[in-house]
């Protein structure tokens, strides 16, 4: 099955710095990468997903970019705020559609904004 | 429109004991998901329903069985809970398998 690896685990930047998740994944056939926010106490929420036809996705201060042939793909975050401090998973999924495969997601970054 | 609910938000087991959460959706969505979250481990795919009446295995389904009782509701049962099944759950639904997926709000299960 998918395995999806992500680091760091904990990510302290600046307010204003911008702030870089990396991820890898294992199934060569995962076509869809989605990156979730996921406050304390709260439920994840999708800020951002890519497909494997593009190369890169951008919303305002979230970018991703996906590199099929090395099977990795990043979150950029640029002018950090004290609001983006949270826990950030990307996940892959290889379901083309004709069934549920469901997400494998990393084990998350925790993301700290210093003042 | 309330999304994905999930019922009950907390709950506190003792080992051996069974329950059933809940979970419903009023977005339309086929495909509905049970993952669990353990701190440092992220979230593991637990099972899935692809449609109505269609459960597959995830990642992690040992101890536990669904439900897809129709296209809304799609339920959890622990027949014999275990203190290594103290976690918290999340519902979760999408349009298809490859479009953004809604998070219920989850449940915090704790056996003892």
Redesign the interface.
């Known amino acids: 099955g998918e395995n999806v690896e992500q680091h760091p685990s904990t990510l302290s930047v600046q307010e204003g710095d911008s702030a870089v998740i990396k991820c890898t994944y294992s199934d060569s056939a995962s076509n869809y990468f989605p990156w979730y926010k996921q406050e304390l106490g709260k439920r994840p929420q999708l800020i951002i997903d890519i497909r494997s036809n593009v190369g890169e996705k951008k919303d305002q201060r979230i970018a991703v970019t996906l590199n099929k042939t090395a099977k990795h793909f990043s979150l950029h975050i640029t002018e950090t705020q004290p609001e983006d401090s949270a826990v950030y998973f990307c996940a892959a999924s290889a379901a083309s559609g004709g069934g549920a495969d469901g997400l494998t997601f990393g084990k998350g970054t925790h993301l700290i904004i210093q003042p | 429109n309330a999304g994905v609910t999930q019922t009950p938000k907390f709950q506190v087991l003792k080992t051996g004991q069974s329950m059933t959460l809940q979970c419903a959706q009023d977005m339309n969505h086929?495909?509905?998901?049970w993952?669990r979250q353990d701190p440092?481990?992220?979230?593991?795919?637990i099972y899935?329903?692809?449609s109505e009446g269609t459960t597959?295995k995830?990642?992690v389904p040992n101890g536990y069985n669904v439900s897809r009782l129709n296209k809304r509701e799609f339920s959890l049962r622990l027949e014999s809970a275990a203190p290594s099944q103290t976690s918290v759950y999340?519902c979760a639904s999408?349009a298809?398998?490859?479009t953004?997926?809604f998070?219920?709000?989850?449940t915090r299960l704790t056996v003892v």
């Open positions: 086929n495909s509905m998901y993952y440092g481990m992220g979230l593991r795919l899935y329903s692809a597959d995830g990642e999340f999408s298809t398998p490859n953004e997926a998070f219920g709000q989850g």
